[in-house]
């Protein structure tokens, strides 16, 4: 098979495009042609006039090395990859050792834990929050009644962070051994749908995703996995052996004490009290650069309209998602981040006093607004130097200070992008109205943000403005604020996956600084499970 990449048609093109514009593209004659399949399907509409489908397509063709020879120096042609998933390891028939454990239960989690049920090894996973159905519930009691349950919420609980998302499924990372496609493809089987496989910017939508960490855990529990939710690990136990720290086992919320010697650190970015207990037993861990600014919300027909011209509400097209970004004359860089288009903005705090903002959406993306953050990228040695856990503190600062400025309800503060650019406070909403639940309070934004995020943050809008119309239109809404665009802390590790001083202990996704979003929090669960059952297997050869 050939992959053959960049393959341009026009929005409503006939399917007999596609074979037409294979043959062309190859120079072959039709019958040279065997069969085609769509690997990958995305848009191009930097031209609004004249928006195009992008296709990679797999060929298969009469003589494929005759074709292959002749665009060599061609990287659209090339032989289709074997993006085939194949286990590293088998776990021993007869277990000879304690189970591997798992903290945490989202994304990064999840796949950790599905592999390692995969290749035999009956991990135990363990989770603070509740089964997906019940943590749905109180998720919903602090947006519906102001009731913040802080071990179940937005953040805690199966499924992690993003299940109450808009559940993108792409990410930037390099990815040579295609282990997305094996997260895709357990997706699908857990009951997403297909075109996750082939659209370049899949995304599953809130409800979808609940069925789905159902499916799986049943997948993990059929394969002998084993979870148990509303069982935090307060404390680790670090015993020192021929001068190297080693994990003996953990600590539960529940007074159990779990032995354990292989353990995956999944925790999330806003297991703040895990970090601070890890910091005080001495597991390594330093502050790491994160963003912090508002959500900001436009009606999304005025995105469509600015991104797609008359071709907005095509249905090859969907709802009209965004980019931006801009390096300010204070130095800071302000971008969009985590854009949800046809969502709304949710309440995503974890502690009490607190007031964090974030972005989720249904499959369908047919709520009336679109939101993203509107982020400032900050930096520990500047903005919260001097301590690893600095960046929590920063964090809370702000959080609490929007608590306050929204009136202590958890209500969002909020302001008019006009007003916020006069330098005023917004006393009423214009046309546009907040999605946020429990509700938005018209207040003045920048006493709950640093002055530079502020500053950055009116020099960016109006150029955002210049590259997607109505963008800083006086009427858009900003809420905030946002503090969890990823984790404030990096718990190093090794080549080996291993923290860089605790034997057994496997730093891993996005609360351990080595991942940001769905995609690529599964990923590195993947690959830290690799990495866990060589060292199983391993010590296991040696005895
Ligand atoms: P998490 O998903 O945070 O999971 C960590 C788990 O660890 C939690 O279940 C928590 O309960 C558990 N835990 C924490 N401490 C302990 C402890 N001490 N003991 C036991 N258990 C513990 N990303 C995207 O790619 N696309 C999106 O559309 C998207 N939208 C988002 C929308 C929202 C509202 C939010 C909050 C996040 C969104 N994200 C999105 C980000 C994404 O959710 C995270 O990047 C991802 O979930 C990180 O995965 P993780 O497994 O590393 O950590």
């Keep these: 098979m050939i992959r053959l990449s960049e393959l341009k048609l026009p929005l409503d093109h006939p399917p007999e495009a596609i074979p037409a514009a294979i043959v062309a593209r190859l120079g072959i004659e039709p019958a040279d042609l065997i069969t085609h399949s769509i690997a990958r399907r995305g848009n191009d509409a930097r031209k609004r006039s004249a928006i195009l489908l992008v296709y990679s397509v797999d060929v298969e063709l009469r003589d494929?090395?005759?074709?292959?020879?002749?665009?060599?120096?061609?990287?659209?042609?090339?032989?289709?990859?074997?993006?085939?998933y194949r286990f590293v390891a088998q776990a021993p028939a007869v277990p000879t050792r304690p189970r591997p454990v798992v903290i945490g239960a989202g994304p990064c989690g999840l796949f950790a834990g599905l592999i390692l049920a995969q290749m035999g090894f009956r991990p135990i996973i363990l989770d603070r929050g509740k089964l997906v159905r019940e943590r749905t519930k109180d998720t919903w009691g602090l947006w519906r009644r102001s009731e913040l349950n802080p071990e179940s919420n937005v953040q805690y609980g199966e499924g992690g962070a993003g299940t109450f998302s808009d559940g993108k499924l792409y990410c930037r990372i390099k990815d040579p051994r295609h282990l997305g496609r094996k997260v895709l493809t357990e997706f699908v089987k857990a009951g997403a749908p297909e075109e996750i496989l082939t659209e370049a910017h899949p995304h599953i939508g809130t409800f979808r995703l609940v069925?789905?960490?159902?499916?799986?855990?049943?997948?993990?529990?059929?394969?002998g996995g084993e979870y148990r939710w509303q069982h935090r690990v307060e404390d680790i136990e670090i015993e020192e052996v021929a001068g190297e720290r080693r994990v003996r086992g953990l600590h539960l919320s529940t007074g159990e004490f779990l032995e354990a010697d292989h353990v995956v650190l999944a925790v999330g970015h806003s297991a703040r009290d895990t970090f601070h207990m890890l910091h005080d037993r001495g597991v390594h861990i330093e502050?790491?650069?994160f963003s912090i600014?508002?959500?900001?919300?436009?009606?999304?027909?005025?995105?469509?309209r600015a991104r797609y011209g008359n071709c907005a509400g095509h249905p090859d097209l969907g709802a009209a998602a965004y980019a931006l970004s801009h390096h300010c004359a204070n130095g800071r860089t302000v971008y969009s981040f985590c854009m949800c288009p046809g969502g709304r903005v949710v309440a995503a705090a974890s502690e009490p006093g607190r007031v964090v903002t974030n972005g989720m959406s249904q499959y369908s993306r047919q709520e009336f607004n679109a939101n993203s953050g509107l982020v400032v990228a900050i930096d520990p040695d500047k903005d919260y130097p001097g301590h690893p856990l600095a960046g929590i503190a920063f964090q809370r600062k702000w959080e609490e200070a929007a608590f306050v400025a929204g009136g202590s309800t958890y209500h969002a503060p909020g302001q008019r992008v006009g007003d916020f650019l006069a330098k005023r406070a917004s006393t009423a909403m214009g046309e546009v109205t907040p999605s946020y639940k429990p509700g938005v309070t018209p207040t003045d934004l920048s006493a709950c943000l640093p002055d530079y995020a502020i500053e950055a943050l009116r020099e960016a809008i109006p150029v955002f403005g210049r590259q997607l119309p109505r963008y800083d239109d006086p009427d858009a809404v900003m809420t905030g604020v946002e503090t969890r665009?990823?984790?404030?802390?990096?718990?190093?590790?090794g080549a080996d996956f291993v923290s860089v001083n605790t034997v057994g202990l496997y730093p891993a996704g996005e609360g351990a600084g080595y991942a940001g979003g769905i995609l690529s929090a599964a990923i590195d669960g993947i690959k830290v499970a690799e990495a866990m059952a060589l060292s199983m297997v391993s010590q296991d050869s040696s005895l």
């Design 293 to 304: 600014g508002v959500r900001i919300e436009h009606p999304q027909s005025w995105v469509d």
């Design 211 to 223: 069925t789905m960490v159902e499916s799986m855990r049943a997948t993990i529990e059929a394969l």
């Design 64 to 84: 494929e090395a005759a074709v292959l020879a002749r665009f060599a120096a061609d990287v659209n042609v090339r032989p289709t990859p074997d993006t085939g």
């Design 485 to 493: 665009t990823s984790s404030p802390v990096r718990i190093r590790r």
């Design 287 to 289: 502050a790491k650069p």
